[in-house]
């Protein structure tokens, strides 16, 4: 049983959702995203505000994609709405960011620094030199782009170095001196 899928989406007020054939619009303050379903077994439908998905049949792969597509349409009435965004900082000595009119020059370790172009419908904040603030409303972009910059140079086990999310843990190893000295 999908819960997810089941799961009824509440249209907050400030939001326009338009149903097509096989299409949904979702537009908001922020902008307009649109979701196509493709599998035809799953069904939606908008009553009082409040839209609702179903499916068809009981298998494996309907079950999945009805869960999948409530997903993507509340993820867009959040991003039209609210807006997503992610951080990344630089961790390291000489590891730092600017803003080159739109697109964002790194500086990480290379010989050369990294620019990185800046992709449509994504904006780009440097808070300062070792912080980069992506966000747009599509959640999906904003985390592949995300991603894209963080494999510039990721985060190495050794010493920490690299581009990483705000958030993120790296675990740390300990290098060929402290195994030496354990004497093995």
Do not use: W
């Amino acid at each position: 049983m999908s819960r997810i899928g089941n799961k009824p989406i509440v249209i907050p007020e400030n939001v326009e959702v338009k149903l097509d054939d096989k299409k949904i619009f979702v537009k908001g303050s922020k902008g307009e995203l649109t979701t196509e379903i493709l599998d035809e077994r799953i069904k939606f439908e908008i009553n009082e505000g409040i839209l609702k998905f179903s499916r068809e049949s009981e298998d494996k792969s309907v079950k999945s994609l009805h869960g999948l597509y409530r997903s993507l349409v509340a993820n867009n009435i959040i991003g039209v709405s609210e807006g997503y965004s992610k951080t990344l900082t630089l961790q390291g000595v000489g590891h730092r960011v600017t803003l080159k009119g739109n697109d964002l020059e790194i500086l990480c370790g290379f010989s050369h620094p990294v620019l990185f172009k800046k992709v449509e419908s994504i904006s780009f904040e440097v808070p300062d030199q070792n912080t980069i603030i992506v966000s747009g409303i599509d959640k999906g972009l904003v985390g592949q782009v995300a991603a894209d910059i963080r494999s510039i140079k990721p985060p190495e086990p050794y010493k920490g170095k690299g581009i990483r999310y705000q958030d993120e843990y790296v675990r740390r190893k300990a290098g060929k001196a402290a195994v030496a000295t354990t004497g093995a």
